[in-house]
Protein backbone atom coordinates (compact mmCIF):
# COMPACT_ATOMS: atom_id res chain seq x y z
CA UNK A 1 0.00 0.00 0.00
CA UNK A 2 1.33 3.18 -0.52
CA UNK A 3 -0.31 6.65 -0.25
CA UNK A 4 1.37 9.85 -1.54
CA UNK A 5 0.37 13.81 -0.69
CA UNK A 6 2.03 16.27 -2.76
CA UNK A 7 2.13 19.84 -4.03
CA UNK A 8 2.64 21.68 -0.99
CA UNK A 9 4.75 25.20 -0.93
CA UNK A 10 4.97 28.32 -0.15
CA UNK A 11 1.92 30.13 -0.42
CA UNK A 12 1.14 34.48 0.67
CA UNK A 13 -1.76 34.68 3.25
CA UNK A 14 -5.35 34.44 0.94
CA UNK A 15 -3.55 32.27 -1.24
CA UNK A 16 -4.96 28.87 -2.66
CA UNK A 17 -3.22 25.33 -2.86
CA UNK A 18 -4.42 21.91 -4.57
CA UNK A 19 -3.24 19.03 -2.96
CA UNK A 20 -3.33 15.69 -4.43
CA UNK A 21 -3.38 12.12 -2.44
CA UNK A 22 -2.48 9.45 -4.85
CA UNK A 23 -3.12 5.61 -3.67
CA UNK A 24 -2.07 2.58 -4.73
CA UNK A 25 -2.28 -1.02 -3.48
CA UNK A 26 -5.56 -0.29 -1.06
CA UNK A 27 -8.24 -2.74 -0.82
CA UNK A 28 -11.84 -2.45 -1.69
CA UNK A 29 -12.45 -1.78 2.10
CA UNK A 30 -10.43 1.08 2.52
CA UNK A 31 -13.26 3.46 1.34
CA UNK A 32 -12.71 6.54 3.15
CA UNK A 33 -9.28 9.13 2.40
CA UNK A 34 -8.68 11.54 4.70
CA UNK A 35 -6.62 14.68 4.96
CA UNK A 36 -4.71 15.71 8.43
CA UNK A 37 -2.23 18.22 9.25
CA UNK A 38 0.14 18.58 12.20
CA UNK A 39 1.67 22.13 13.09
CA UNK A 40 4.89 22.28 14.70
CA UNK A 41 4.29 21.25 18.68
CA UNK A 42 0.78 20.48 17.90
CA UNK A 43 -1.90 17.57 17.83
CA UNK A 44 -2.38 15.97 14.56
CA UNK A 45 -6.05 17.07 13.23
CA UNK A 46 -8.47 16.29 10.67
CA UNK A 47 -9.03 18.43 7.89
CA UNK A 48 -11.54 16.94 5.32
CA UNK A 49 -12.43 12.93 4.51
CA UNK A 50 -13.83 11.55 1.81
CA UNK A 51 -16.47 8.33 1.66
CA UNK A 52 -16.29 6.65 -1.19
CA UNK A 53 -18.77 4.40 -1.20
CA UNK A 54 -21.42 7.10 -0.57
CA UNK A 55 -19.59 10.28 -1.44
CA UNK A 56 -19.60 12.06 1.84
CA UNK A 57 -17.53 14.64 3.20
CA UNK A 58 -17.04 16.00 6.25
CA UNK A 59 -14.60 19.34 7.54
CA UNK A 60 -12.88 20.12 10.39
CA UNK A 61 -14.20 23.16 12.03
CA UNK A 62 -10.66 25.18 11.64
CA UNK A 63 -10.95 25.23 7.73
CA UNK A 64 -14.59 24.87 7.43
CA UNK A 65 -15.72 26.79 4.10
CA UNK A 66 -12.11 27.44 3.21
CA UNK A 67 -11.28 23.75 1.67
CA UNK A 68 -12.75 21.03 -0.24
CA UNK A 69 -12.03 17.47 -1.03
CA UNK A 70 -13.07 15.81 -4.31
CA UNK A 71 -12.56 12.25 -5.99
CA UNK A 72 -10.86 11.81 -8.84
CA UNK A 73 -11.57 7.96 -10.39
CA UNK A 74 -9.44 8.22 -13.33
CA UNK A 75 -6.16 8.95 -11.25
CA UNK A 76 -7.15 7.32 -8.46
CA UNK A 77 -6.73 10.18 -6.36
CA UNK A 78 -8.32 12.49 -3.86
CA UNK A 79 -7.90 16.05 -3.72
CA UNK A 80 -8.00 18.92 -1.25
CA UNK A 81 -8.36 22.27 -2.14
CA UNK A 82 -7.47 24.68 0.00
CA UNK A 83 -8.27 28.58 0.16
CA UNK A 84 -8.24 32.14 1.98
CA UNK A 85 -4.63 30.46 3.71
CA UNK A 86 -3.97 31.88 6.65
CA UNK A 87 -0.42 31.91 8.56
CA UNK A 88 -2.16 29.09 11.02
CA UNK A 89 -2.60 26.60 8.17
CA UNK A 90 1.07 26.34 8.41
CA UNK A 91 1.68 22.47 8.95
CA UNK A 92 2.64 19.23 7.48
CA UNK A 93 0.13 17.75 5.59
CA UNK A 94 -1.05 14.07 5.26
CA UNK A 95 -2.95 11.82 3.75
CA UNK A 96 -4.27 8.21 5.06
CA UNK A 97 -6.91 5.84 4.07
CA UNK A 98 -9.15 3.79 7.00
CA UNK A 99 -11.98 1.02 6.38
CA UNK A 100 -15.42 2.68 6.89
CA UNK A 101 -14.39 4.77 10.30
CA UNK A 102 -17.09 5.80 12.78
CA UNK A 103 -15.64 9.10 12.60
CA UNK A 104 -13.53 10.25 9.52
CA UNK A 105 -11.72 13.08 11.42
CA UNK A 106 -10.11 10.78 13.82
CA UNK A 107 -6.39 9.80 13.08
CA UNK A 108 -6.66 6.62 14.85
CA UNK A 109 -9.46 5.45 12.63
CA UNK A 110 -6.65 5.72 10.16
CA UNK A 111 -4.14 2.83 9.56
CA UNK A 112 -2.34 3.74 5.82
CA UNK A 113 -0.53 7.19 5.70
CA UNK A 114 1.22 8.50 3.18
CA UNK A 115 4.46 10.96 3.96
CA UNK A 116 3.35 14.91 4.56
CA UNK A 117 3.71 17.53 1.97
CA UNK A 118 4.39 21.22 3.85
CA UNK A 119 2.77 23.94 3.47
CA UNK A 120 3.99 27.23 4.62
CA UNK A 121 1.69 30.10 4.85
CA UNK A 122 4.03 32.98 5.04
CA UNK A 123 4.38 36.84 3.31
Known amino acids: VQLQASGGGVVQPGGSLRLPCTAS????????IGWFRQAPGKEREGVAC????????YYGNSVRGRVSISNDNVRNAVHLAMSSLKPEDTALYYC?????????????????WGQGTLVTVSS
Open 96 to 112: AAAPDPNSCLRTDEYQF
Open 25 to 32: GLSAEYDT
Open 50 to 57: FRRDDGTR
